[in-house]
Structure formats: C-alpha cells, structure tokens
C-alpha cells in the first residue's frame, strides 16, 4: 500500500497520519491554496505537495516512459479540467487533468500507475489522489519536475523582495516605457546574447488586481532585447529605426549603417549588424553609460506585466537554475518568507557559447548556488520598489542562464525546461 504522509500547516488544525493512496487528506488542509507547491522527483516516481516548507501530501506517480520522457523543469497549473481527453493519443481517458503545457504535458489521474515510467510524457496519478490534489489547487500552482528529488528549504537575502505599499509616484520623466512583446514567437526566435541589454522601465499594463500573485524571470538579456534599445536610442538620436520591435527590419538595418557611417574609426573591425560594439557606442552616444546584461520580467494572471533591467556580476560564470516562492509576507514588519531550491541544468556546448559562458559548474556546484547566484544580482530601487509593492503570497522567481523556454506563451507563466522530453 501506498503511503501518504499529511502535516497540516500550524493555520490549521494539526493532523499526522499515515493513509493509503486513496484516503487523502481533505482539501481544505491549507488556509490559502496559493502557497502551495507540487514537487515531482521522476528517480523516486513519487510527487509531494508541499505548503511552506511542510510536506502535506505524497504519492506515487508514473512518468513519462523512454521515447516520451517527461520534461523536467519548471511549470505551473495552466488548465484544470474535471474530464479531458488526449487530442494526441487516441482521446486516451485523462480525468482530473492539470496541465502544465499547451504542448500536452499533464498531471492527471490514470488506472495504470506502477511506479516506474509507462506514460506517454504525462505524470499519472492513482485515481483517489489525482481527485483531491485537483480540489486542493487552484490556478497558477507550481509544479517543478526534477530528475532527483528536491526539497524547498527556506531562504533570507538582501536580493529576494519584501513587501512594501508606498503611494504610488509618478514616473521618471527620462524611464522609457516599452510594452514586452507577447507573441511567444517572437520572444524565442532570437539567439540569446550575454552582452544585449535594454532601457530602465518597461510598462505593458495596469497591474492586475492586488491579491494575485506575480511570477518573475531573471536572465540574461537576448539579442531581442538588444535590437529594442538600439531602436529605441536610435530614434531618439534623429535615426529613424522604425518601431522598437526586436526585429532588424529595412528602417532598422539603414538606421544603423546611418550610425555607423558617422563613426568609421569605431566600428573599422565591426563585421556585424547586431555588435557589442554597436550597443555600446548606441548608449554612449544617448548618454546612457554601460548597457546592463541581464533583464527581469514579470507575469501575472499569466498575462506580461512588464519587464526591466538588471545586472549580472561575472557574466561569464554560469547562473545556474533556481526557483524561489513567497509563502508569506507581514507587510507591518515588512518581511517575507521565501522558500528556494536549485535545479540540475546542464547547459549545451552551443548554448554555453552563445552566453559567452567559461565556467558553467563552479559557481553552481561549490558552496551556496541559490546564495551566490542572488549575490550576483543587482536590481535598479525603482524596479525594486514596484516588485515590492506588487508581491503577495504565492508570488515566484526562477533564475535562469537560459532564459524564456519555447513552452512560455500566451495564457501560462515562466516555464523553464531544465531536460528536454
């Protein structure tokens, strides 16, 4: 018999026990569902719902089998549906499917869990199991599946944010305002570039009602970032680049030779379009000093809210992959419990040099990861400001070399893809 460990949370009444698959613990074990994390370990065939850093629900799952592998990484709950079936595998029966991606990884309930991978990539779930974890979660939970198991511990430092609800200011009259671009496609057509970087405050909407929780990426910056500020200071400039978009249309390339023809001596050794050197002269020229290298984006409601720069110490020392969620926050002491845990993320050969990466496993491996990858982080107060006033229970923050994943689209937050299926 399988065994399900439940501790309910100190909000609640407390309850230990040992129970078989099918006698979970009642859904309303959590006094706020948001804080919930689902924790999947693909070595252990097992899943674990954690609230805070307490365990209050475990159970046996089957991956995804060779030729289907799950995919390990980072996901969140992005559909719920009582019933559903596979559009993929024959209408195969899926009842109390949580997915995960639009490209059809789920959690959901099935008749056939051995406990070794026998799926084709979903993650199955006894049947008296899968109909509770569905009653216990809402929208929006995390999932992180991993190759070994995992577990959340709690983390305190300067870089993690704290609550904070000043009045609102108004905006700096020089922060330029750029909406984030949407289109998934156009997110992840470009290569990524360790050196792009991209202006102060990117403003996409109002922010979403003050209770939902905000998740948050931090990576490095990608060539579409790059070719946004080299429109953007262009255009400023008396260039005409055309719309800031991230593409290097016909208005942008003839901004740029533009440019470059006015300084012959500094781009003598340029044999690109798209340079450092291009960068750097672009922000010299608008006096806006070194262009940072890394960039903070934030979602909520699984909509784009806005994004904005940050910088990244020793670049060319791997980030790693970490993942962060607020359990809680006292905005009377102004503090926050955060709960952390690293992930294996092996980058590629291509991968590494394209992020101008020499040292992928030192700075990952060695000491604190999750320590030393937040020390290397510098985030600009004004940025940081409207973090603060904007988190709440629930809210997440993955760090990551490797940036937006294909998967991250319209109608889900940050996922990363750590191992491909």
Known sequence: MHVV??????????????????????PAFATDARTLQIFVSKDKQSLAVYDGAEVVATSKISSGKDGHTTPSGIFSVIEKQKYHESNIYSNAPMP???RLTWSGIALHESNSVPRYPASHGCVRMPGAFAQSLYKMTEMGVPVIITDSELTPEPIDHPTLFHPDRPEPAPLLSDVELRPAIGDAKTQVQVAMNETTASLPLIQLQAPAAETS???????????RENVIDIQTLLNRLGFTAGEPDGLAGPSTVQAINAFKALRPKEFARDRGLITDTLLREVYAAAGKGEPPNGLIMVRQDFKPLFEAPVTIADPSLALGTHFFSLHAVDETAGTADWLGVTLENNLSREMVKRLGITNQESSIISGRPIAKALSRISIP????????????????????????????TEGTEFITITRES
């Open 213 to 223: 929780p905000i998740s948050m990426l931090i990576t490095r910056r990608t060539l």
């Open 5 to 26: 460990y439940c501790v309910m949370s100190v909000q609640v009444s407390v309850l230990i026990g040992l129970l078989s698959a099918t006698a979970l613990v009642h």
């Open 96 to 98: 109390f499917m949580q």
């Open 381 to 408: 107060d004004e940025t940081r400001h409207r973090i603060d006033a904007l988190i709440s229970p629930g809210s997440t923050l993955t760090i990551s070399d490797t940036g937006l994943s294909p998967e991250t």
